[in-house]
């Protein structure tokens, strides 16, 4: 198991009080992502994703992101609570940034609200910011965890926390 639960602060939550299952929860802060330094998504009408031992993820409805911008790819993986996900590449100029997004086109019935909604790796972009706060990427590339100062870990993902 982990060592070194961090104690959160006054408006600080524990990735370790996320439930497992995951839960969704509304989310009307402002989202944005910049890759190839173009805003690819902006919005306050996102999903957020909490589970167990991880940075919340967010789910941009379509709507929301600039999704000419974007190509499904052939990755393909699956979430033992969500189902199926497809990854998109994102190509701006002569600049592709491979597997830069997923989603989940036919998702489990109890996370239906994230259908096609669109989570993007903050390791993959230039900037993701939660209202005007620049995230840090979440270590290793299979959570794609948003981090801000209102986040406390230890997070899973990174070298040797893989069977925690």
């Not at 982990?2 to 497992?20: F, N």
């Not at 005007?132 to 981090?147: A, H, M, N, S, T």
């Amino acid at each position: 198991m982990h060592v070194g639960r961090e104690e959160p602060g006054e408006g600080q939550e524990s990735v370790w009080d996320y439930p497992r299952p995951p839960m969704i929860e509304d989310c009307t802060a402002r989202i944005r992502v910049v890759v190839c330094e173009f805003t690819v998504a902006d919005s306050t009408n996102s999903k957020r994703v909490l589970e167990t031992s991880h940075p919340p993820v967010y789910y941009i409805p379509p709507q929301d992101v600039s999704v000419t911008c974007l190509k499904l790819s052939d990755h393909m993986s699956w979430c033992e609570w969500k189902g199926s996900a497809r990854y998109y590449a994102l190509t701006i100029g002569d600049q592709t940034v491979s597997d830069v997004a997923w989603c989940y086109p036919d998702p489990a019935p109890r996370f239906a609200e994230l259908q096609d909604h669109l989570a993007f790796y903050p390791s993959k972009a230039d900037a993701c910011y939660v209202d005007d706060e620049l995230v840090r990427p979440q270590k290793g590339d299979f959570y794609g965890g948003w981090i801000t100062e209102q986040i406390v870990g230890p997070f899973k993902g990174g070298p040797a926390t893989m069977r925690w």
